[in-house]
């Protein structure tokens, strides 16, 4: 029902010629800046907000990961990562989702992020888009130009959403997903904590890089920081240097900003 995007992998000695560098450009812009408000729909939005998770909570998963050189990309294939499986409740959607057993995380992923009217069917498991119903995207996508955040996204069409993984499957995969069985690379790419709608020009921006070289420059930073190290503690997934000293920086700026409890 949607795109989902399979970029070739950036290659890592780019990736981390930016490992200083783009997590600082990043809190450039989110201090330097105000994103313009974007008319949209009225109603529950998906989850943007890190404000409840306590700065420790954030610390503590960061010093639960294990530091370790990236693995190569030999076999990967992003087939080996199956996803949008049914059966949402078993991949972390809460109860309120327990009626849409038959369609697919994605398809749910898709309701739980929307804006306004938009309802599922649970049988054809279809989306319906009422008026003012939609998906805001919260990435945010800076304006090369100018250097400051471009309005944010609203997308009414919902082929024209991407699904995001937070930890992509290539970086899951150089992270030891590639040495995890079948089931726990499923496990990765179908957790409602990793899914998350995206505009796709926010999307492919970031490619699979990991967040020494990229980091939501929109609102949903200080979420996407506290989801990615969840996913990587939760399967046990390495980082290496950059990028623990990348989640380090962003945790402190976040604390700063008050983007934590």
Known sequence: MGIVVNLSPVRRGARRAFA???????????????????????????????????????TALLGQLKVAPEAEMAGYDRDKFPHWDTAPLDHG????????????????????????????????????IGREGGWHDHYGVVDRKTGKLKPYAFITDPSKVDAEHIVP???????????????????????????????????????????????????????????????????????????????KTAIDDCVSRGGFA
């Open 20 to 58: 200083v560098v783009v997590p600082l450009l990043v809190a450039g812009v989110l201090t330097g800046c105000t994103a313009t408000e974007q008319p949209g729909a009225p109603g529950k939005q998906g989850p943007v907000s890190s404000a409840g998770v306590p700065a420790a909570d954030a």
């Open 93 to 128: 959607f809460g109860p309120e989702f327990a009626q849409y057993a038959k369609c697919t995380t994605r398809d749910v992923m898709m309701l739980r992020d929307a804006t306004g009217p938009v309802t599922l069917d649970p049988k054809s498991c279809e989306l319906s």
């Open 169 to 247: 499957l290539a970086e899951a995969w150089r992270s030891g997903a590639g040495a995890k069985d079948l089931e726990t690379r499923r496990a990765i790419a179908n957790d409602a904590t990793n899914l998350a709608a995206s505009d796709p020009t926010a999307n492919r921006s970031k490619g699979d890089q990991d967040v020494s070289s990229y980091l939501p420059p929109g609102e949903f930073r200080c979420t996407y920081v506290v989801h990615y190290l969840r996913i990587k503690v939760k399967y046990g997934l390495t980082v290496d240097s950059a990028e623990q000293a990348a989640l």
